[in-house]
């Protein structure tokens, strides 16, 4: 196998003939490059696997070669080199597409790890490019179906991000698959080998959710008696999945943050701190960004767990996912009952895409396998539909809003309609990231806030009037 190849971006000549040292000892081939305005010559020459260059240079920056190499090729990894590393530089630069930051001065072995990592990850994507870009993607047994264009956009992303070891932060509606992705991420990251372990914050209360997080000694507290090891130890060099985050209580909230920041925690009633190497995948169907502007959540533990964020879309934004996804779910309950394949009738599937799905995904299964255990016959249709597809009403017969007489309340619906739709837009554009949409569209975070919450109580209308 020929040896990664690694091109070196750095305007001080010390530095970059010590770089190239280190690597080239390990058995990388590397072409070094002070003058950054060449980046793109010498790369379509020397076609690198791995990008390493400086973040603050002469001529063209760190950033300014980023967004050359992601356009050129997105699935080549582009480590950064700063010594001027912070959360947010580190923040933008995983959202623009980095693979990775090393802080100067750096050894010898962190940067052979981050540059390992990044060749590991390019063998990776060579091997899996075709399969990257079928319509299912097998994760541990279940599939994640769909090609609509936000489905393969959100997975494409996915891959790239899972072999890093950056916090992902997933949010979306119920049912709309959080969890499977979050085993993609996993499943396709350096740590597939090493458990995953889910925990869902909000079965249990506040006492018990921390004893299952941290785990116990023995006498840690009444009816503890014998030492338990917790799930964030249980996941030790893997994925732990925090569901529902948005609902973990306050104090809770103050000691994961140090778990994130320090990589050490402690068991309840034990005095030692215990080295921890987890990544963190968070999921939520709240809006956190409203939640820390409420003081419900901890803004600086948003920070931490949102260092890459994903919105999953809802059903019903999944266009042409639906027919796809049902036949594969009929498909699925009728071998396991050993029964026939329906299929759908026009009239019924006139009804089923009409549907705004509001549980989703896991809405649809559950449809799936009513259907096959009716075993009504070979063909389904309007009457074998559960009666909430049957009943609900058509876009056209939906209630209209009363239109206001007087002008002034005409023009301010028209306005408040339009924010709205506006603001639901701009959210979805910016993968559910209120602080970047915000900025986007040009007004204050409070102001976005106010009209996401015109628009929230826009669908709870049509809820009810459904």
């Known amino acids: 196998m020929d040896a990664p190849r690694v091109l070196i971006v750095d305007d ?50 760190g950033m300014t070669i980023l967004a050359a190499a992601v356009a050129d090729d997105p699935t080549r990894p582009v480590i950064m080199m700063t010594a001027y590393a912070s959360v947010t530089t580190a923040v933008a630069a995983v959202r623009e597409g980095a693979f990775d930051f090393v802080t100067k001065p750096f050894t010898g072995d962190q940067l052979l790890v981050a540059v390992d990592r990044a060749a590991r990850y390019r063998g990776l994507t ?47 509606e119920s049912g ?49 008696v014998k030492q338990r090891q917790g799930l964030l130890a249980q996941a030790e060099g893997g994925t732990v999945f925090l569901d529902e985050i948005g609902e973990m209580p306050l104090t809770l909230q103050v000691k994961l943050l140090r778990v994130l920041e320090q990589r050490q925690m402690r068991q309840l009633g034990d005095s030692r701190l215990l ?44 266009s042409g996912d639906l027919a796809v996804m049902l036949n594969a779910f009929l498909t699925e309950f009728a071998t396991l009952a050993r029964r026939r ?37 070979d063909v389904i249709g309007t009457a074998e539909l559960p009666p909430s597809l049957r009943l609900a009403p058509a876009p056209s017969e939906a209630p ?46 409070r102001t976005f806030h106010r009209w996401l919450a015109e628009s929230q109580g826009a669908a709870a209308n049509d809820e009810e009037g459904a």
């Open 12 to 61: 001080e000549p010390a530095m970059l003939e010590n770089v190239e040292r280190i690597l080239v000892s390990e058995g990388y081939a590397c072409e070094g490059l002070a003058e950054s305005r060449r980046f793109r010559e010498v790369a379509a020459s020397f076609d690198p696997d791995v990008i390493l260059t400086d973040l603050r240079m002469s001529g063209a920056d």
């Open 126 to 172: 060579k091997e899996n490019r075709s399969l990257r870009t079928q319509v299912v993607r097998s994760v541990e047994g279940a599939e994640i179906l769909g090609s609509s264009p936000l489905m393969t956009h959100l997975l494409d992303q996915a891959a790239r991000v899972a072999p890093t070891d950056a916090n992902v932060l997933l949010t979306g």
């Open 176 to 224: 709309t698959g959080k969890e499977l992705v979050a085993r993609y991420l996993h499943a396709h990251s350096l740590r597939r080998d090493r458990p995953f372990v889910p925990v869902d914050c909000v079965a249990m209360p506040e006492g018990l959710l921390e004893a299952e997080l941290f785990g116990h000694t023995k006498g840690a507290f009444t009816g503890a």
């Open 275 to 318: 080295d921890l190497d987890v990544r963190v995948v968070a999921a939520t169907n709240r809006e956190l960004e409203a939640a820390v502007a409420e003081g419900q959540f901890r803004e600086d533990l948003y920070y931490r767990l949102n260092v890459v964020g994903f919105r999953l879309p809802p059903l019903r934004e999944r």
């Open 341 to 377: 394949i329906p299929r759908i009738a026009p009239e019924a599937w006139a009804l089923l895409e009409r549907y705004p799905w509001p549980g989703n995904v896991r809405e649809l299964r559950n449809v799936a396998q009513r259907l096959v255990a009716l075993d009504t016959g």
């Open 400 to 445: 209209a809003d009363p239109w206001p007489i007087r002008y002034e309340d005409a023009r301010e619906a028209a306005q408040k309609a339009f924010r709205s739709r506006y603001a639901s837009r701009m959210l979805e554009t910016h993968h559910g990231n209120v602080s970047q949409a915000a900025i986007a569209a040009g007004v204050s975070r």
